[in-house]
């Protein structure tokens, strides 16, 4: 992975490709991508072809101080520098690569719409700057809106909370001083929880993870529960969004990534997973992401509803040919099973027919593309992505999502907003319902960030630049639900006009339109701008005088609720104004198991009442909450809400699977029973022995009767189990333990032998007796990314030609021993050229002449962890041709057997190879180890003497069958003892 901007070093490498390589076979309609008709793809059944699974461990949360505690923030002057430069993940891209392109075919219909009056919409509530320069670019401008206040995030990693009814700053911080995880590394995510009154921020994490802030009370002033949560590979651009069962995350990695974080649990402070499923790759493009849909409104999805993730398709760059006048929205369904993580699914849903637009800004790779008056300096497009947020909202008899994403609008790299509304019935399937291109002149417009109000009335915000008199600024448009589809007729009006060009081409890289939870109507956009050549950042908020009737929007808190008998339920009934709604709503409880109470009723507008269910006996119960308002004619609101009522706690469970005393079962087994009588959850517990003393998998909280373990279990290793119900009147007995044998791995030893080892070490005292040489060798022993232990050895993957060679310790390799397997961690974290070949890489290699010759040892001999791919021939790397290891973000283990070189003395190398450009991190190793299995000998008895005379001699450790096979069958033996022998 790397920026195409450190490409180029300087020798234009980048154009040398694009001039020697054919157009990739990529480019074509790909494998995993399934079939299209005109309509487009079919959706399936299943998870979607290309993707793959990854469950994270555990995430327990740190408690943060209150922000409000924190010293003041003061501007720490710095060098000027590129925070987080955008990262590609595909170099086998033509540069010079240029897809044609003509006229928008929807500019023609913004055109003819008629101009629209202001309705208020003109002129903004606030208008005001937001956070400052912070030394670097870009800002990565975002922020949203809660019930009392908004904040804005940008990059440094700087958060800025203001008081929204004034517009006044209370409080700006350093998130890396509030604690926890923070890194002050960017890439902030900032979401108001209107579901929960609760706030979400976000930044990258140390290594491969990300950092979550939770606000633990609705004040952002309060503490926060921070989450740590890896990932298997560094997870660049991420964008969020809120959904009722998960906090959805998307990321640009090897493959485009979707993840779901349990955000039930973190509401809660509770320990959190995560999982992460993978899309297909889009040819043509080096920086890859997708885009969460982010709830607005009070009204969440229809019950069940899983989570939307979205990209777009230009089939003209990505494939598949034959469509000259359409392009795709492509969706994929993230429903997220937390209890049993097998049971998630990623499908991808039929493709939605765009009209066509083009990726094609200054080519497809280019990061500088926007021209800026008086410098040649020209600014990222960031044609990649559906731009964020991509806004879900509810109306009840449909639900909506808007998005936008740039195109070029004639063919001559003239950046529009493309925007875009889907609806769909309440459930089911997604359908088009308008599309408008916006470019009403000669000025590029790019950067857009759009949302939806109560009434389905859009405001879409932008920035704009041109070569000759129009600095970069923001100007924001809209439509009302009433004006021509495909139109955005409302504006367009300046937020604030630029005075200068922007230093860095580095722009964005995003910007945000939130909507205000309360009255459902008021916009509120950040975005950057420039002042002079080092950036600032706006905040601006408006709203359309025509947004919606006047109404409340209602939800109960938890949805479902269960209790221990004779313990009383209870609620939190939330109510919040739309649409300039005043007044009171008066509440009531129908149906309901006991009495209810509700305190305050009526709840004055926004406000919350307390609901408390008494004298409900057992049993699982559904009734409804009513709201109704006060003024005439009346609003009606009704929300249905679960109880379940328990007397006791539950019984033990009954294991199924694996079957007690079950072999050869997987490394990642499901575990299976059956259910327990009064039970909501379940906890198992997996350990190496009887007692459970040493518990190596656990899970609490299970929904259902079924988990997968969330570790790899050891390979030829006897585990025991046991399972324990809990409901709201506490925990019941454990099961029954059962055991369980997994499978023999690769290297393992036979049932029967036992593993020897040969030679180990785990670098803990330096180098013992390794060495190193080569041209430009860096190998050296180091502590900053070690498998376990402290210490382990690392090369660096420099972005000149290398040849580093790091060299064993003589082992001798016994004979009748096999297997016979060397076994090593590493993480070859170096330059690959695509998913299946490298630019720069490692290899093993292996001497049994004291290392006057090596040979590399082949792909057939690696029982794990096997050869990436070919390393590439094209940029003088010394291994060109050669099979070998890069492009890893995480330590991975390679197996290796070495049983042909039995009788023996070897060696082994860790070669490293780089090539005349782009540097990367290296390679580390650690935890080498060289084991033999030994199989006990048998007694052989060369004769019997005459002296049958018996003496006892233990029985313990004699191979069973020994005495057959000595040819003494028909001797009669006293139970205990054998004959005692003398050899003549």
């Not at 082994?908 to 540097?919: A, E, I, N, P």
Request: with cysteine; aromatic share 10%.
């Amino acid at each position: 992975m790397k920026s195409l901007t450190k490409m180029l070093g300087g020798l234009m490498i980048l154009g040398i490709v694009g001039v020697m390589v054919a157009l990739p076979s990529s480019m074509t309609a790909p494998a995993t991508t399934a079939g299209r008709s005109a309509t487009g793809s079919a959706a399936s059944a299943q998870n979607a072809p290309g993707t793959e699974q990854w469950v994270g461990a555990p995430v327990s949360p740190v408690l943060t101080q209150a922000a409000r505690d924190l010293p003041p923030y003061v501007v720490q002057p710095k060098l000027d520098r590129e925070i987080n430069p955008r990262i590609t993940t595909n170099r086998n891209i033509d540069g010079d690569l240029r897809v044609k392109s003509g006229i928008d075919p929807l500019l023609a219909i913004q055109e003819a719409a008629p101009e629209a009056s202001a309705d208020g919409f003109d002129t903004p509530i606030f208008n005001f700057d937001g956070g400052g320069y912070q030394f670097l670019n870009p800002p990565d401008t975002n922020g949203d809106v809660g019930a009392n206040h908004y904040i804005q995030m940008i990059n440094a990693t700087i958060v800025s909370i203001y008081n929204k009814n004034t517009g006044a700053l209370i409080q700006t911080f350093d998130l890396t001083s509030l604690g926890g995880c923070a890194t002050g590394s960017g890439d902030p995510v900032v979401i108001y929880d209107q579901l929960a009154d609760r706030w979400f921020l976000s930044e990258f994490g140390p290594g491969s993870s990300i950092c979550v802030f939770i606000s633990q009370t609705p004040d952002p002033q309060g503490a926060y529960y921070s989450y740590q949560f890896n990932t298997p590979s560094f997870p660049d651009y991420p964008k969020f969004g809120l959904w009722p069962d998960a906090y959805y995350m998307t990321t640009n990695e090897s493959n485009p990534a979707a993840y779901a974080l349990d955000r039930v649990a973190m509401l809660a402070g509770n320990p959190a997973t995560s999982q992460r499923f993978t899309a297909p790759d889009l040819s043509g493009f080096p920086f890859q992401a997708l885009t969460p849909a982010d709830l607005d409104g009070m009204i969440p999805p229809p019950a069940g509803s899983p989570g939307i993730i979205m990209r777009h398709r230009d089939t003209e760059v990505h494939g598949p040919a034959g469509f000259p006048a359409e392009d795709f929205l492509e969706m994929w369904a993230f429903h997220v099973d937390w209890a049993t993580p097998a049971n998630s699914t990623f499908i991808q849903l039929p493709d939605i027919s765009v009209a066509e637009f083009s990726s094609d800004l200054c080519g497809l790779s280019s990061f500088s593309c926007i021209p800026q008056p008086g410098t040649s300096t020209r600014l990222d497009p960031l044609r990649e992505v559906i731009m964020f947020r991509l806004a879900y909202r509810n109306f009840g008899d449909h639900q909506a999502l808007v998005g936008n994403f740039v195109t070029d609008v004639n063919g001559n790299d003239l950046a529009g907003v493309r925007w875009f509304e889907l609806n769909s019935p309440p459930a089911t399937t997604w359908n088009l319902h308008q599309e408008g291109t916006y470019s009403p002149d000669s000025t590029n417009r790019w950067m857009g960030a759009i949302a939806m109000d109560a009434s389905g009335n859009i405001a879409l915000g932008y920035n704009v630049s041109d070569a000759t008199n129009v600095y970069p600024g923001i100007r924001y448009v809209g439509r009302l639900v009433s004006d021509p589809l495909g139109t955005m007729p409302q504006g367009e009006y300046t937020l604030v006009a630029g005075t200068a060009s922007n230093g860095s081409n580095r722009y964005g890289d995003y910007s945000d339109m939130a909507i205000d939870p309360i009255d459902g109507c008021t916009f509120w956009f950040t975005g950057e701008w420039n002042a002079s050549s080092q950036w600032s950042t706006r905040i601006g908020a408006f709203r359309f005088d025509a947004c919606g009737s006047t109404d409340f929007a209602m939800n109960v808190v938890p949805n479902n609720l269960a209790i221990c008998a004779p313990s009383d339920a209870t609620y939190a009934v939330n109510v919040a104004p739309v649409g300039g709604f005043t007044g009171d709503v008066s509440l009531a409880a129908v149906g309901n198991p006991g009495s209810a109470n509700f305190s305050p009723n009526p709840v004055t507008t926004p406000g919350s009442s307390a609901l408390v269910i008494s004298g409900a006996g057992a049993g699982n119960y559904s009734f409804d909450v009513v709201g109704t308002s006060v003024v005439t004619p009346s609003l009606v609101h009704t929300e249905t809400v679960g109880l379940d009522v328990v007397a006791a706690a539950p019984g033990a469970p009954t294991l199924t699977s694996p079957a007690n005393g079950a072999i050869n079962v997987g490394t990642t087994p499901t575990f299976m029973w059956n259910a327990a009588a009064g039970a909501t959850s379940y906890s198992i517990e997996v350990a190496t022995d009887p007692a459970f003393a040493n518990v190596v998998a656990s899970a609490s909280g299970l929904a259902g009767t079924s988990w997968v373990s969330n570790v790899t279990l050891n390979t030829t290793t006897t585990y025991y189990w046991r399972v324990w119900a809990e409901n709201a009147c506490g925990t019941g007995a454990y099961s029954a333990t059962w055991s369980f044998t997994t499978v023999a791995g690769p290297g393992d030893c036979a049932p029967g032998s036992t593993p020897s080892i040969l030679y180990e070490t785990g670098f803990e005292s330096g180098a013992g007796g390794w060495t190193s040489s080569g041209t430009g060798n860096t190998w050296a022993i180091a502590a900053t990314n070690p498998h376990s232990g402290a210490q382990h050895f690392h090369a660096n993957d420099p972005a000149t030609v290398s040849d580093q060679r790091l060299v064993s310790p003589a082992v001798a390799i016994p004979t009748g021993q096999n297997p016979v397997v060397l076994k090593f961690w590493h993480e070859p974290n170096t330059e690959p050229s695509g998913s299946t070949a490298c630019f720069d890489g490692g290899i093993l290699e292996i001497s049994t002449n004291g290392g006057s010759t090596w040979t590399q040892v082949p792909n057939a001999d690696l029982l794990l962890g096997s050869y990436r791919g070919t390393v590439s021939g094209s940029f003088g790397n010394p291994l060109a041709g050669l099979q070998a290891w890069c492009g890893e973000n995480a330590y991975i283990q390679t197996i290796a057997d070495v049983s042909s070189y039995a009788g023996q003395t070897a060696q082994f190398r860790m070669r490293l190879g780089t090539d005349t450009s782009v540097s990367a991190p290296g390679w580390d190793v650690d935890d080498v180890m060289v084991q033999s299995c030994q199989t006990p000998t048998a007694v052989t008895l060369s004769s019997i003497a005459t002296d049958t005379a018996q003496s006892p001699v233990p029985m313990a450790g004699l191979p069973l069958g020994a005495v057959a096979a000595a040819g003494m069958a028909g001797v009669a033996l006293a139970a205990g003892y054998v004959t005692r022998r003398r050899n003549s």
